[in-house]
């Protein structure tokens, strides 16, 4: 039974730029959220996919943005990046949140 | 909106010594805080978690108990082996289910052999 899988593990980008990550849930799991875990930090809410929409928001600017797919897998798309966005992306899947999240190994994204 | 405070940043215990680490939340409403184990490099593991309808919770080594009218909870970790060296971060929810975790800063736990 494969976990939560993303893609890539690491990627370098220059500010400005435009980067995509991807997230493929956990077997059974049908809703995907995305944390943004900063060096040191805890991880921080960006957004939530149930149902192929965006159904809750954290505190992040519209340069962030999803999409969930009928298979349920997920996209988190950043645009103009800025060295602020360095960081580990962390997604995260559940059943319709009648279970405990199970994250991914994260993407690391640095911006240089 | 929620947050949650963690502390110590930092804890060293020896090897067989208890660890307890505690977290303040700030909306009275919350009703989920689970506990996640994260080790260098690897993704944060879900060890154990507590409902607001329930004051303890136990499974073996690790223990967590909640106290609503202080807003506070605590991870206990007795025993302690080296094993259990890693980053630890609780974190607080409104709705079980809802899924906008809130988490702590983190507790980065050493045992000393």
């Known amino acids: 039974d494969a976990g939560v899988t993303q893609s890539p593990t690491h990627l370098i980008k220059t500010r400005g730029q435009q980067v995509t990550l991807r997230c493929s849930p956990k077997?059974?799991?049908?809703?995907v959220s995305w944390y943004q875990q900063a060096l040191g930090q805890g991880p921080q809410f960006i957004f939530q996919y149930y149902e192929e929409e965006e159904r809750q928001r954290g505190n992040f600017p519209d340069r962030f943005s999803g999409h969930q797919f009928p298979n349920y897998s997920s996209e988190l798309n950043v645009n103009a990046l800025l060295l602020g966005d360095s960081a580990l992306y962390l997604c995260?899947?559940?059943?319709?949140?009648?279970?405990?999240?199970?994250f991914g190994n994260g993407t690391r994204l640095t911006v240089t | 909106g929620e947050n949650v405070e963690q502390h110590p940043s930092t804890l060293s215990v020896q090897e067989g010594d208890s660890a307890v680490i505690k977290c303040t939340y700030s909306?009275?409403?919350?009703?989920?805080f689970p506990w996640y184990k994260q080790e260098l490099g690897k993704r944060p593991q879900l060890i154990i978690d507590?409902?607001?309808?329930?004051g303890e919770k136990k499974d073996q080594r690790i223990a967590v108990t909640l106290n609503k009218t202080a807003k506070h909870f605590s991870l206990h970790i007795t025993e302690t082996q080296p094993e259990d060296s890693a980053v630890y971060f609780c974190a607080a929810t409104v709705n079980f289910g809802n899924e906008k975790l809130t988490f702590g800063t983190g507790t980065r736990l050493t045992i000393i052999p």
């Open positions: 507590i409902r607001s309808n329930v």
């Open positions: 995260a899947s559940s059943f319709r949140g009648g279970s405990p999240l199970h």
């Open positions: 077997s059974g799991h049908d809703t």
């Open positions: 909306d009275s409403a919350s009703n989920y």
